[in-house]
């Protein structure tokens, strides 16, 4: 697997595309799923991990289904590299930290990805580029129905699908929108929305999953509940929240404009003042900056920045990102510094305010 | 559910009716428990305030006791307490019955209601199969019958093929 090359692009889930992608960044599902007669990782020995690997790696190698997959061992990997897969989302941070016989396999698309020895044996990921559950839920159903030929999971007609969390137990399907939600972020409404969101069972979380912080104002909603509910029923669920979401956030951005505008103006032209000329960035400010920068353009009150730039930049100027894009390991202070002139070279030819 | 003061899965149901229309309920991991019920007593002793019976606590460990332990990955239902989570598969009918109020308290109900496996019938037995073999294997290997444990696993294979 070719780092470098991807490295130059921003993935499926910030390409900016697909329905209400000024709003949804990217739409997940995963499914955990267990061989049946081996021990859960947490309590399998190394020499058993490594045979579930050899088990799982075989199989998926050999499935004929509509992508191909290439095998990659997390043990092969060097720091640096696993950090890359969770940038961009194609590994959990538990899978990164975890040791043992352990790897993930990725579709020829980057939308595809299969975790062996996470928490579960097996974790099935699709991603797709705004808000689409529905084609994300075909193309799982349907990947999960192929390999469940192959191998023998382990099943529990109470239970459904056994998990090593009985949090995940029975579907063992967990769903997830990805939303920048700017406007409700600043005006503080947002927590309105997260106890709404918790009375109906959903929760949110930070860009990178559960205990990361809300970095530049995206969240991600998901499903609580895994028992007791078909998939289909949990999917529905979300699909009726969160168009109400957008329209909040909608509103929230008008008001917001109508209100304050020259406030939110003056906000919008520093963050782009700042992320073209600083010569020394954090990672936390460029996503908070960068933030500002995509509602800008969303709004119209900047002109002539491309927005799949700043869709790219997100993911560009994350630490890994970059160390790949300059091909080189840099400290902090030599990342700081190398992030501020990346993002100068990327805006500086582009960029200016309305009026 | 989780502990409402650390990441730990909830094991204690606490409900403190303080009267008729102000019932608190709290959820916590055992150790929380134990401290939580401790401060009350402490925050009692040193306010000294006789709080009478109006307060009526129940304290419901949903954990149960069970001293079953998984024959197949040697998990007891502590263990499961202390980390959050299970050992194999086999643990969930090892433990049928402490797990369901864990269940109910986590999801609100008890019953799977979603896909099914394909070829469901017909794994159900191959995976009893399986698993039997597996207990077979472990024993044979603890006696040292290499040759015997090669078969066993070529048999486990050729059912993990189907
Ligand atoms: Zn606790
Ligand atoms: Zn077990």
Redesign the pocket.
């Known amino acids: 697997m070719n780092f470098e090359a991807l490295s130059k692009s921003s993935g499926e889930w910030l390409k900016g595309s697909g329905i209400e992608s000024d709003i949804v960044i990217s739409s997940r599902i995963r499914l955990a799923r267990n061989l049946a007669g081996f021990p859960f990782p947490n309590r399998a020995s190394n020499f058993q991990k490594a045979e579930i690997e050899n088990l799982l790696k075989d199989r998926i190698q050999t499935l004929e289904f509509e992508q191909k997959f290439e095998y990659v061992s997390l043990t092969a990997l060097n720091t640096l590299d696993r950090q890359f897969l969770v940038e961009r989302q194609l590994i959990s941070r538990e899978l990164a930290a975890n040791d043992g016989p352990r790897g993930v396999a990725l579709g020829n698309l980057e939308s595809l990805s299969l975790m062996v020895n996470e928490e579960d044996h097996l974790r099935l990921q699709v991603m797709r580029s705004g808000f689409s559950l529905e084609s994300a839920w075909e193309t799982i159903n349907k990947l999960d129905d192929y390999l469940e030929k192959k191998v023998s999971y382990a099943f529990h007609e109470e239970f459904g699908y056994l998990t090593a969390c009985p949090t995940n137990v029975g579907t063992g399907m967990r769903a997830s929108v990805m939303l920048h939600l700017p406007a409700l972020d600043f005006t503080k409404q947002i927590d309105k929305v997260f106890r709404a969101l918790q009375r109906i069972n959903l929760t949110h979380r930070g860009l990178y999953g559960e205990g990361s912080r809300f970095s530049g104002h995206f969240f991600q909603i998901s499903n609580q509940v895994t028992l007791g509910k078909s998939e289909t029923a949990i999917l529905n669920e979300i699909y009726s929240v969160i168009p109400q979401i957008i329209d909040y956030e909608r509103q929230a951005r008008v008001a917001w404009k109508k209100d304050n505008g020259q406030i939110l103006q003056d906000r919008i032209s520093r963050a782009f003042g700042t992320l073209s000329s600083a010569t020394m960035m954090t990672s936390d400010e460029t996503m908070e900056l960068l933030s500002y920068v995509r509602l800008g353009i969303h709004m119209k009150m900047i002109e002539d920045v491309d927005i799949n730039t700043v869709n790219e930049l997100f993911i560009q100027t994350q630490p890994a990102h970059l160390q790949k894009l300059m091909g080189s390991t840099l400290d902090g202070e030599e990342r700081n510094t190398a992030r501020a002139k990346f993002l100068r070279s990327k805006l500086r030819s582009s960029g200016s305010t309305p009026n | 559910m989780k502990?409402?003061?650390?990441p730990?899965v909830?094991t204690m149901h606490i409900t403190e009716i303080v009267s008729k229309d102000n019932v608190q309920e709290c959820h916590?991991?055992e150790?929380?428990?134990q401290k939580y019920l401790q401060e009350e007593v402490l925050e009692k002793e040193t306010i000294e305030v006789d709080l009478g019976p109006s307060i009526v606590k129940m304290v419901e460990n949903l954990a149960g006791a069970t001293s079953a332990v998984c024959e197949t990955c040697a998990m007891q239902f502590a263990d499961f307490r202390n980390s959050g989570r299970l050992g194999c598969p086999h643990d969930y009918t090892v433990f049928h019955d402490e797990l369901l109020p864990y269940l109910e308290n986590i999801h609100g109900e008890t019953k799977h209601c979603g896909k099914f496996p394909t070829r469901y019938g017909t794994n159900k037995n191959i995976q009893k199969e399986i698993d039997l073999l597996r207990k077979q294997l472990q024993s044979v290997i603890q006696k040292e019958k290499y040759e015997e444990a090669a078969g066993i696993r070529d048999k486990i294979r050729l059912l993990e093929n189907q």
């Open positions: 502990c409402h003061k650390c730990k909830a916590f991991c150790e929380c428990a």
